[in-house]
T-cell receptor, first 116, second 115 residues
């Protein structure tokens, strides 16, 4: 069975500083990988996804993530955070099923706090 | 995403009551999912459906049932609610089958409290 680990429950970053959120996965084959963001009281919004090809994936809001098979990681990065980036971030892995991802397995989330 | 709607948005009920949460989508997707979110646990898959005739259990299906009334509608039922089913419930749809690659789109969530 697949699993996802987000080692950091909380991260505090100063506005304008760079950000890296860690994600490690366990899956027996090449996974489908996702990062979602959840703002307070909101649903989940897809930031980016990796299915195949270039291991550096660009997403919305200036985020990017890099798939590293050797490290079973899919870390999320942003060069300069804004106060509006404060939210809960979830990494997820999907089983390959019929050409796409099956039901997702989520990490427990990382809560991002932005200091002024 | 307004294309996936959930009703009700908030519900408070008592132990032992039957509750139905509804999800509708206008995306035309075949696959639909129900997740629950608990603080510190992330989201966990309850049930998923590949089409009207295909229902599958997720990792935490005990105590829940689902009904796929049409391509656009997927309901989650708690036959006899218990307090540890208090959670935020999300419905999602997937564009698998359109060649885009399986991105899931989430509804706004239903906050359920079981007293």
């Amino acid at each position: 069975a697949q699993s996802v680990t987000q080692p950091d429950i909380h991260i505090t970053v100063s506005e304008g500083a760079s950000l890296e959120l860690r994600c490690n996965y366990s899956y027996g084959a090449t996974p489908y990988l996702f990062w979602y963001v959840q703002s307070p009281g909101q649903g989940l919004q897809l930031l980016l996804k990796y299915f195949s090809g270039d291991t550096l994936v660009q997403g919305i809001k200036g985020f990017e993530a890099e798939f590293k098979r050797s490290q079973s990681s899919f870390n999320l990065r942003k060069p300069s955070v804004h106060w509006s980036d404060a939210a809960e971030y979830f990494c997820a892995v999907g089983r390959r099923s019929g050409g796409g991802a099956d039901g997702l397995t989520f990490g427990k989330g990382t809560h991002l706090i932005i200091q002024p | 995403d307004a294309d996936v709607t959930q009703t009700p948005r908030n519900r408070i009920t008592k132990t032992g009551k039957r509750i139905m949460l509804e999800c509708s989508q206008t995306k035309g997707h075949d696959r639909m999912y129900w997740y629950r979110q608990d603080p510190g646990l992330g989201l966990r898959l309850i049930y998923y459906s590949f089409d009207v005739k295909d229902i599958n259990k997720g990792e935490i299906s005990d105590g829940y049932s689902v009904s796929r009334q049409a391509q656009a509608k997927f309901s989650l039922s708690l036959e006899s609610a218990i307090p540890n089913q208090t959670a935020l419930y999300f419905c999602a749809t997937s564009d698998l089958g359109t060649g885009i690659g399986g991105t899931q789109y989430f509804g706004p969530g239903t906050r359920l409290t079981v007293l």
